[in-house]
């Protein structure tokens, strides 16, 4: 028998352009929020309050790569605005591998993940998270639950 799930705090801040993003991040907190987590989402690129991330028992950023595999300025403001590295960072991103190609694919979270030293390794999204992608979202998300239980 499995044991039940103890409920976190989660923050989920995304930074998106086209909507790839946003749409990976509502997928996500929908799952938690169904598995009875307490789940704020978070806009980098929003006029939201900045969220007072010690408040949170792990934090989920989202990212997309743009540039030469780059991770958008809205991105590292958040960072450098987090002003630390809290435990329990768990990291997702969008990309294209028609622009840039498998080398430079989803960059920006492979950073992100490396900079947080995340426990799992970084959802990698192909554009929009639909089709088959759901459900790699779906299990991830399960993942990130599995690892702060």
């Known amino acids: 028998m499995a044991k039940p799930l103890q409920t976190k705090t989660l923050l989920i801040a995304y930074a998106s352009v086209s909507g790839n993003t ?6 996500i907190a929908q799952e938690l929020t169904h598995k009875q987590q307490d789940v704020t989402l978070y806009c980098m690129n929003g006029n939201e309050p900045f969220p007072h991330v010690p ?3 792990a934090m989920l950023i989202g990212t997309y790569t743009w540039g030469s595999g780059d991770t958008p300025f809205d991105v590292k ?3 450098a605005d ?3 590295k809290p435990e329990n960072v768990f990291v997702f991103g969008t990309g ?6 498998d080398d430079m694919f989803c960059m ?3 950073k992100l993940s490396k900079f947080y030293h995340s426990p799992i390794a970084p959802l ?7 089709g088959s992608q759901e459900e790699e ?8 639950l599995e690892w702060l239980n």
Do not use: C, H, M, N
């Open 22 to 27: 946003k749409e990976v991040a509502k997928l």
């Open 108 to 110: 920006a979270a492979d």
């Open 82 to 84: 987090v002003g630390y």
């Open 77 to 79: 403001d958040f960072v």
């Open 55 to 57: 408040d949170y028992d």
């Open 96 to 101: 294209d591998t028609q622009f840039g190609g």
């Open 124 to 130: 990698k999204i192909e554009q929009s998270p639909r």
């Open 137 to 144: 979202v779906l299990e991830w998300t399960r993942g990130v």
